[in-house]
């Protein structure tokens, strides 16, 4: 194993390609800024309890997947494996639910940490943007959430994705269907580990992606059949909302995804080019979360896309960000005294705002050209001896090729000019 190896699972982002990654969270994160939802940032690890009881002990994410630590002073911290958790958690202790401003609407950027078996579209550290509208339960803003990720995933430019859609039910008729599931799964033919799964979390077994498995749970009961009245209409009228708005779902009564917090809404954003790693973002309803990490009742739901994931997908669609050029304006010196008149210039045109960069290094004319095209700069600048002694630069528009003397003193404002 090389030194300059990153571990096992994980990636570095490096230019040019991180750019697509920069401009991805941006526009994943735009609909939600001027909805309402303000940033929040929490740390990269929590006590290990705050997952234990938030994500939920029957869970992969906590018995699999958990990077857990003891530290010196005898704390039990994991590296977050999701960000809903972390984020109630946050809110809670800033009493932002206290406010008198329900829901409590914010959105975060970051890294989140699995150990998982490494393989395309799934890595151990990867990263998310996700938002939280909580403390409020309101089937328009299960709607809003849905709506924006379409947003979001639309303003990219990606069209072969699809919303799927379903209710798991709330704390009156989940019991009484998770009771009729457990029935019927006792009776099938699986492993021990499945077996356990039945009666610890059974919703968890339909979301078995092994073949042999899903073959033998056609004839499971439905959770659709044991909703209770309220569920069942407020499941309508997202569906309703949504249908309005122009959003296309698929309802997916298979649909449980591996959080153990999920009540009512839960939907799952898939990408049809990315083969078995198709989830690009998922999320719901998570009613009793708050509760289970000790806070007071708060109906909140929520949503995270993972961003390598939908860069991969952008990939697989061809779609090309049109991301700015990093640089505007090159500037070429040649010779000690140009080097200093010309760093000053890109100083002044950076000051005023233009990006621009320069050829350090003191190399020739050949090879500094060379980088002032792979710079993708609009304009370069060269100035020689002879310009100086005649107060000239040389400007060069990369695009036509034309070249022109502009007076020294006037070639910040030039370029201002020019590039508008
Ligand atoms: P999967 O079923 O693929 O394991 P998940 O249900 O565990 O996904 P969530 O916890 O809902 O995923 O996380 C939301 C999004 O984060 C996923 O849709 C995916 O895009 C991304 N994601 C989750 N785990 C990983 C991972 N290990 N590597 C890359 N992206 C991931
Ligand atoms: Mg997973």
Redesign the pocket.
């Known amino acids: 194993m090389s030194t300059f190896q990153a571990p096992k ?1 994980t990636y570095d982002l490096t230019p040019p390609r991180s750019a697509t990654f920069l401009a991805v969270r941006e526009v994943i994160s735009a609909p939600l800024r001027d909805s309402g939802y303000g940033y929040i940032e929490t740390p990269g690890f929590e006590n290990v309890e705050l997952f234990a009881r938030g994500v939920g002990e029957s869970t ?2 906590v018995t699999k ?1 958990m990077y857990t630590l003891t530290t010196k002073g005898g704390d039990q911290l994991a590296l977050r ?2 960000g809903t958790a972390s984020v109630l958690r946050a809110a809670l202790e800033a009493n932002l639910h206290k406010a008198g401003n329900l829901p409590v609407k914010l959105w975060y950027s970051g890294s ?1 940490y ?1 150990y ?1 078996r ?1 393989q395309a ?8 943007v ?1 938002a939280e509208a909580i403390g409020t339960e309101d089937p328009a803003l299960d709607a809003e959430l849905i709506i924006l990720a379409d947003q979001a995933y639309r303003s990219l430019g990606l069209r072969r994705f699809r919303i799927l859609l379903n209710s798991l039910g709330d704390k009156e008729c989940r019991p009484v269907y998770r009771e009729a599931l457990q029935t019927f799964l006792r009776d099938l033919d699986l492993d021990e580990e499945t077996r356990r799964r039945i009666e610890i979390n059974p919703l968890r077994v339909l ?1 078995d ?1 092994r073949a042999d498995v899903q073959k033998q749970l056609t004839d499971a009961p439905k959770l659709r059949d044991y909703l209770c009245d309220a569920c069942k209409a407020y499941h309508e009228e997202v569906r309703a909302l949504l249908t309005a708005a122009g959003v296309a779902f698929e309802d997916d009564e298979k649909l449980v ?3 153990d917090y999920y009540t009512r809404t839960t939907f ?2 898939v990408h049809d080019g990315l083969g078995s ?7 719901g309803r998570y009613d009793g979360l708050s509760e289970m990490i000790g806070g007071p009742e708060l109906p909140s739901v929520g ?8 860069v991969l997908a952008l990939e697989a669609e061809s779609v090309e960000l049109d991301l700015p050029a990093t640089t505007s304006v090159y500037a070429v010196p040649l010779g000690e005294e140009a080097r200093r008149v010309l760093f000053g210039v890109v100083t002044e045109l950076r000051r005023a705002g233009i990006a621009a960069d320069f050829a350090f290094g003191g190399r020739g004319l050949k090879g500094a050209m060379k980088s002032a095209n792979r710079s993708g700069a609009r304009y370069t600048l060269v100035a020689g001896e002879r310009d100086l002694a005649e107060g000239v630069v040389q400007l060069k528009d990369m695009e036509s090729g034309e070249q022109s003397a502009v007076p020294l003193a006037e070639a910040a404002a030039e370029l201002a000019k020019r590039l508008g």
Not at 277 to 283: E, H, L, N, P
Not at 303 to 310: H, I, K, N
């Open positions: 699972g992969d994410i997947e494996p999701e989140y699995r998982e490494p579209g799934r890595y151990r550290h990867f990263s998310q996700g979301d992606k995804r591996g959080l799952e954003f790693q198709s989830a690009v973002g998922g999320g949503w995270a896309l993972g961003v390598d994931r939908t």
